[in-house]
DNA sequence: GAAGATTAAA
């Protein structure tokens, strides 16, 4: 009968299930936890909890069952909640039961509880239990407690590998490198994961070099080590390490193409995302996933490439994620807000059946960026009526929203309400929200009064925008005072006597305009003008804004012309014929 | 029955 049951269908299950019923055998201690597991495993979860609540009186293996079936999807809460049933209808926990319990412990961080089973543990006589005690020493790793999780290794009996890895991760968790290898060249025995955990404990922490040597000296090595070392050139941006990494690698699956995906996305290399992208479709023998499709919409996002995040929305839909995965909505979202194309953005939203914090800060942020203010000061107040907490980044979000529509008494509400509501300490970006917003009403006495009692201290922006803000108003305290912290923060750059200096201009005080000018031809730097510039088989050519000092203005003018034309026809095109393979 | 990965928002 197992053996049926692990190949089984969801149908076949139901007629086993129906046969158990009517034969009564489903309180037979032999089938009952099978049947259990079986349901855990192939139907949703509670219909599972239907079918051990229907066992009246549930073995231990029924209960283990069961407490699997919820810890696998992740319900540490109701591993709990049905342990304490298990306790008061006097069943004995065995050694199956310790470990998943335990876990349930770890997962939800309940360190004290977890103390009080291992204690149980001790006096039930689990003691040398070696699953007990790996889980043990996961429980205090996670918890900092290094020394207890060092006691309970020493003290086991039987460690075998498991234990030596979790040992070993748990000095990772906490960050003493030397120690954890320490018991890396100590441990009598090392597999595939207690290796590619050492190489991963070195990249966690930034030691790239010492991550590559030890992969080098890997007696074997299988995908995952080969993708980890990929993974922590692209997290440091190392592009051509990436590149090499993935063109040796003996064997790809689906985290090696994200991983040089997030390693052209880390380095800005955006086209290049989207081309490897391509390459993974019509090449890859791999199926992409929901961090594929996110890591790409997010640099269709970038890119402001439209057509393409549309193509990406539909690959996802053809593989399935359209229903079910929030991440890949919620990338949409930020893809189609990013594009411009705010009422896809607001449809993808409203198809969303549980949304996630994600998905409110998202929208919201991105109506608020394209003038939706209205819109996203609606949704936040939405948001808040169905029980969502919002955070800093929602924050950011209604107050650039506040900011854009100019509403002085809202936004600084909002901010007041970020704390005293929300417990949320207000960051830089809040503050330069609301210097701005102050700014742009001309209340720069009040802007002043904000920055010197916000709890962070301003940055260069902050003090920019006051200065900008003092020359439309022709402030010239308030911009004196800027310059003065500008000054400190970055000396360097000579843009800031500039606009003071034009400040003195526009109020006719040209004496204190020169003097600016000589304070600033004292720094020994130079204001350059802002230039754009584009590499042709010439060298360098440089553009000035609205500049025509070009030898071949007029030629570029007209050509710049007929591309758009040209870039018009194309997107006619494109709507009509999408590209093969990327279905 | 215990140990190994990636993703989206400012």
Known sequence: MSALIVQMTYKKLL???????????EQNDYVGPRIVAACCRI?????????????????????????????????????????KRMRSNDVMPNCFTLPVVLKAYVMINDLRQGEELQCFSIKTGFRSNSYLGTKLIEMYSCAGLIASANKVFSEMVEKNVVTW??????????KDLVSARRFFDLSPERDIVLWNTMVSGYIETGNMMEARSLFDLMPCKDVMSWNTVLEGY??????????????????????????????????????????????????????????????????????????????VHKHGENLGYDNVNVNFKNALIDMYAKCGAIETAMEVFRSIKRRDL??????????????????????????????????KVTF????????????????????NSMSTDFLI????????????????????????????????????????TLLGASKVYKKVEVGELALEELVKLEPRNPANFVMLSNIYGDLGRFVDAARLKVAMRDTGFKKEAGVSWIETDDGLVKFYSSGEKHPQ????????????????????EEEEEPQEHFI
């Open 425 to 464: 300490t207000p960051q830089i970006e809040h503050c330069g929200c609301v210097v701005d917003l102050l700014s742009r009403a001309g209340l720069l006495t009040q802007a002043v009064e904000f920055i010197n009692k916000m709890p962070v201290k301003a940055d260069a922006v902050i003090w920019t």
């Open 165 to 174: 890895t979790s040992m070993i991760n748990g000095y990772i968790l906490n």
């Open 234 to 311: 692209a997290n440091i941006g190392d592009i051509e390490a990436c590149e090499r990494v993935f063109v040796e690698m003996p064997e790809r699956n689906v985290f090696s193409w994200n991983g040089m995906i997030k390693g052209y996305a880390q380095s800005a290399r955006l086209s290049q995302v989207l081309d490897c992208f391509k390459r993974m479709v019509v090449e890859g023998n791999v199926v992409a996933n929901d961090a594929t499709l996110t890591s790409v919409l997010s640099a269709c996002a970038k890119l402001g490439a439209l057509e393409f995040g549309k193509r």
């Open 358 to 391: 994600i998905s409110w800060n998202t929208i919201i942020n991105g109506l608020a960026a394209h003038g939706h203010g209205t819109e996203a000061l609606d949704l936040f107040r939405e948001m808040k009526n169905s029980g969502i907490r919002p955070d």
């Open 553 to 572: 203005t007029e030629d570029l003018q007209r050509i710049l012309k007929e591309l758009k034309n040209f870039n018009f026809l194309l997107d006619e």
């Open 43 to 83: 139907t949703r979860i509670d219909y599972a909890r239907r079918v051990f609540d229907a066992i009246s009186q549930p073995n231990v293996s029924v209960w283990n069952a069961m407490f699997n079936g919820y810890a696998q999807k992740d319900l540490y809460r109701e591993v709990l909640l049905l342990f």
């Open 396 to 415: 950011v979000g209604v107050l650039c929203a506040c900011r854009h529509m100019g509403l002085v008494e809202d936004g600084l509400a909002y901010f």
């Open 15 to 25: 007629q086993i299930q129906a046969q158990t019923l009517i034969h009564g055998l």
